[in-house]
Structures are given as C-alpha cells and as structure tokens.
C-alpha cells in the first residue's frame, strides 16, 4: 500500500496516490428549508497502488459512498475517518492499481448558512417580505464546505454541474444552460432514487461542461434573479459572447454601467492578453452579503457597491470603483483561471495585475 504524501508533510496538501479528472456533480437546493443536498462522482486516475483515497471535506454530512471499478464492479467502503486540515479518508478492503481508472461516488447534505464560505445563504426583502438565495464563494479552500473535492488549485478538473430548484427560480453556474425541464419521474428516475420528494414543483439545470478549472473558481447559485444582457465581439476568436448582469429584482435597474463596461472590457482583454477568451460566456452576479468581489470562471460574484451604479449617480468615484473591480476580475478570466498558481503562496502571479490594468482601461473607456 502506498500513500504518498511528498506534497502533504509541511502544508496540509492532500496526499498524491489518485488525481481526479472529472467531476459529475448535482445540487438540489431547498430555499424554504434552508438546506441543500446532492451526490458527487469523481473520475480518479490512480496514480500509485493504494488502498486508501483522501480529500477535502468540511461541515457536510457524508451519505452514500463507494467506489466504481474499470470492469463496472462495485468496491464498497471499509473504514471512513475524519482527518484534521477539513479532510476524510476511505480504506478499501483491497489495493487500486496504479495506472487504473476509477470512480468515487459520495452523497452528501449541508446546511445554508449566512456566513459567505461554501454554498451559503443570502437574502433580500420584497414588499416587506424576506427572500432568501444561495451562491457559492469558494476561494481559497472553502469548495470542500459545498461538495467533497480536491480542493487545492494545482488539481484542475472538469466539472459537468447539475442543479436541481424549485420551479419559478433561477440557476447559474460557470457555463451554460445545456438544458432544463420540469422533474419528471419517467424521465428523471436516476434523481428521484436519489432525492426524496421530488415532483412537478421541481426543476432541472444541467449546465455543459467547464474546462479544466481548480474546485476555487467553481461557482453555481439559485433564486429570484432579474437580468440584462447584451453582448461583444471579441477580436481574435471572432465570436460574439452573451454577457449578463444578474441581481435581486429591486437592484437590477442599478447594473447597466457594468454590463456596458464588460462589454468593453472582455474584447480589450482578449487583445491584450493575446489569448482567446475561452468560455462561451460571461454572467456577474450582484450579491447583498459578500466580502468584495470573485473571478468565479464565467460567473463573477460580488457585493453591490462593486458592480451597481444608480443611474442618476453622478459619484465618479462610485463610477471608478466599478470600473476597477469589475475590470479587476474580467482579467482573471485569464490570470488565475486559464493560468493559475500551483499553491497559495503564489497568489501574488494572479493579483499582479491590479495595479496595471485598471490604468490601461481607463485610458480606452
């Protein structure tokens, strides 16, 4: 049996015998019990003979757990323990060998809490009345509070996300839409095994598949959300790119500004940086509770004053500090998510354009 913890002695990284390739992960949310539910299945690559598989995972309540082999058998679980740095371990009865394939499959359940980390909770009031939404903020290592993961930046993967919500709200996620109808037992019976009341009240969002990304920039949210839209060119690919603004109803008529500043901005980075812009499109989302802003690839979060503008404002430094966040975090489409640090102490390679940019923008707004 072999564990490998060359990387995990001195920093807390996870141990380096398997290494995930694929996530198939699926959410239901519950925004009137305030909770939140799904299963995750990893593709693994085993990397040395172990019998022993690692990751992170914090503040969730593991359900179902077992492994898939290359010959379809099933591994079942032996013995699951709770390590310290937020991390869980699972024995198999027999040693994986190195060079194969396999799959971990793992439910789990959460609480939506209104503490910005993990899938957490937000809320607005309409006519007097609370209404709550959920949104993720993972970065750095806060993914493992939302769904079991390898959730160090260095471990890209590509994720294909499915969210399940109640029928007349919204779900977004880091690509597109790929499809959603209506929960319906003849068509949906994979879901309705898994989730229990599951019925015509409910929807689902299967969105397509990211490129490889570290579990940091994976984002996904669901509520009542309003939205503008437009769209820009881009100069090197030649593709028009669909840009959103998302945020509560009541604040939506504030986020023209920013959706007309991505739209200049995206086509500038593109031909700055000299590398296409490799998603097929590119949403923010305005949040009331968040602690500045989040280059979440494909779909940008942050709080209010760093992307809503009132239409009458005549504030130019509101005005510039719309301009500098947003810019900010529309450049690490590219620093950070194309190209990203191999540990968190070289953070410093993703934030080094901060200073350079917002000048280079102001000087072509």
């Given at each position: ?95 994986f060998h190195a ?36 949104l993720t903020q ?228």
């Open positions: 049996m072999s564990t490998s913890t060359s990387n995990s002695a001195n920093d807390g990284r996870l141990p380096t015998n398997v290494k995930p390739t694929h996530y198939n992960l699926t959410i239901r949310t519950d925004l009137e019990k305030l909770v939140f539910e799904g299963f995750v299945k990893v593709s693994l690559d085993v990397i040395e003979s172990t019998d022993t598989i690692v990751l992170n995972s914090s503040g969730l309540d593991l359900g179902t757990a077992a492994v898939l082999l290359e010959d379809s058998r099933v591994r079942e679980i032996e013995q699951v323990t709770f390590e310290k740095e937020k991390r869980v371990a699972f024995k198999f009865p027999a040693e060079g194969s394939k396999v799959q971990l499959y793992l439910g789990f359940s959460g609480k939506l809490l209104d503490n910005q980390v993990g899938y957490y909770l937000s809320s607005w009031e309409d006519e007097g009345r609370t209404k709550h939404y959920a993972f970065a750095p290592i806060d993914a493992r509070r939302a769904f079991p993961c390898w959730d160090e930046p260095e471990l890209k993967a590509t994720y294909a996300i499915t969210l399940i919500s109640r029928i007349g709200s919204t779900n977004l996620s880091n690509m597109p839409v790929l499809d959603e109808k209506p929960f319906s037992v003849q068509e949906h019976s994979e879901f309705s095994d898994s989730f229990k009341n599951l019925d015509s009240a409910w929807k689902i969002t299967r969105f397509e598949t990211t490129p490889l990304m570290s579990s940091y920039i994976v984002a996904y949210a669901n509520g009542e959300f309003s939205h503008l839209e437009t769209s820009a060119k881009l100069p090197l690919s030649g593709m028009t790119v669909p840009l959103r603004m998302y945020a509560t109803p009541d604040l939506i008529h504030q986020a023209q500004f920013a959706l007309e500043l991505k739209s200049k901005v995206l086509p500038l980075c593109e031909k700055l940086f000299d590398v296409e812009y490799p998603l097929p499109k590119l949403d923010t989302l305005v949040v009331s509770n968040f602690g500045g802003a989040m280059e979440n690839w494909g779909l940008i979060t942050g709080r209010t004053r760093s992307f809503l503008l009132d239409p009458k404002s005549t504030d130019m430094w509101a005005k510039k500090l719309v301009i500098r966040i947003h810019s900010h975090e529309i450049a690490h489409m590219w620093f950070g998510n194309i190209t990203t640090m191999k540990w968190w102490d070289n953070l410093y390679l993703n934030e080094g354009k901060f200073l350079l940019l917002p000048m280079a923008f102001a000087l072509r707004l």
